[in-house]
């Protein structure tokens, strides 16, 4: 089962995301922020893919930068926020966007890696 990282200050969100992710089997894990997601892998849970929320703020952190080159980042941007968008970023999807958008999106990865 893949798991996903679904990273981000917006609860509402994140539960709306996970919840789809787990219908559709996907082991969906939500955070809070980057620190997070740190700790998870230092603890030994490696994601298949992660969706991080842009408007956290945490864009830059070395931790995003090291998590895009190992797996696939969706990152939901807003176009009115300033906040860099990783170059490594598998997707972006810009605000306002739908939870089926982003599970659609994370659904066609997780196809790319699998074939």
């Not at 082991?27 to 842009?54: N, Y």
């Not at 170059?87 to 066609?108: G, N, Q, T």
Request: glycine share 6%.
């Amino acid at each position: 089962m893949p798991t996903v990282f679904v990273i981000g200050e917006d609860w509402q969100l994140r539960a709306n995301v996970r919840a789809e992710l787990r219908e559709r089997g996907v082991e969906a894990l939500g955070m809070e922020s980057l620190d997070e997601a740190a700790r998870a892998l230092a603890q030994g849970t490696v994601p298949t893919a992660v969706v991080f929320d842009a408007t956290t703020g945490d864009v830059s952190r070395p931790t995003l930068e090291s998590l895009a080159r190992r797996v696939p980042v969706i990152v939901v941007a807003s176009r009115t926020q300033a906040a860099p968008i990783p170059e490594s970023a598998a997707a972006v999807l810009w605000r306002p966007v739908r939870v089926a958008e982003i599970v659609a999106k994370v659904e066609e990865v997780l196809k790319g890696l699998a074939a």
